[in-house]
């Protein structure tokens, strides 16, 4: 045996071997490209300052992907505009058995809150606890009955309603960060308590200058069917199997990443369902 055979030999065995001993790692033809918000702490923002930004970036490097993203305000006919239009793939952070794409498994259940100064007690933990009959309430606000979360609507269904201040969902699209302005109300007395989703009040609460309670909201689900607690997934646009497979593997083998991500950002997580399902 040659001594030039010897070598290549040397090379070739080891990096076949390691081919064939590693796990296939599907690849996002075309990039992994993201329809976001460029203005919505924690979530996303066009300094790429959110979790989910950095989400996406864990996921792109995993995929060996390039990441680009088309900025557009999370309001009314976002999906419409963005997902359905061809303009992207992806977009992270939309609940379970979404209608507007096909969904990957969760990978992260979070829950509404109570938000409140610390120096309140006690504090509200259940949505049918009394003291809700006389505090002023934050809720946020939609516009439209119809779609409006779901702390609205169980207050309405309990006759809570004239100590009810509502907060634009969406906001002044003009200042930094619209949704966070019904967490800083807490902090300045403005309400006693506001119930808003988990992620936005974990991160903002504690950038506050008083000290503000962060409660789960109890129940989970109001009767007979309301959730307040949701699975979150990434939403990938219908058509796209192999763009979704990739997500889902990389998801899969970068979960601690993500996990530590989300607690960094201070997101109430609870546990995931067992078995919980993509689409």
């Given amino acids: 045996m040659s001594s030039r055979f010897r070598s290549l030999r040397s090379i070739v065995l080891p990096l076949l071997a390691a081919a064939l001993t590693s796990p296939a790692r599907a690849q996002a033809p075309g990039g992994l490209r993201v329809c976001a918000d460029p203005n919505n702490l924690p979530f996303t923002n066009r300094r790429m300052e959110g979790f989910e930004n950095r989400i996406a970036d864990l996921l792109a490097r995993d995929m060996r992907a390039r990441l680009s993203y088309t900025w557009w305000a999370q309001r009314r006919g976002f999906f419409r505009n963005t997902l359905k239009a061809g303009l992207c793939d992806v977009v992270l952070g939309v609940p379970a058995g979404f209608e507007m794409a096909a969904t990957t498994r969760p990978y992260y259940r979070s829950t509404y809150v109570f938000v409140s100064r610390a120096a309140r007690n006690p504090m509200p933990r259940s949505l049918d606890d009394e003291a809700l009959r ?97 699975d979150i997934c990434v939403g990938v646009r219908r058509g796209r199997e192999d763009l979704k497979k990739a997500v889902q593997q990389s998801l899969d083998r970068r979960r601690g990443n993500i996990q530590k991500i989300l607690a960094e950002y201070g997101v109430p997580l609870l546990p995931l369902a067992q078995g919980a399902r993509g689409q």
């Fill in 134 to 230: 006389t505090l002023r309430i934050g809720v946020q606000l939609a516009g439209n009955d119809y779609n409006n979360p779901p702390p609205a609507h169980a207050l309405s269904r309990r006759g809570i309603v004239d100590n009810v201040v509502g907060y634009s969902l969406y906001g002044d699209y003009s200042e930094e960060n619209p949704p966070a302005r019904i967490v800083e109300a807490v902090a300045r007395g403005d309400i006693d308590v506001a119930i808003v989703w988990g992620p936005l009040a974990g991160y903002f609460a504690p950038r506050q200058r008083v000290r503000l309670t962060v409660t789960p909201v109890s129940p989970s689900i109001d009767p007979p069917s309301l959730p307040f607690v949701y």
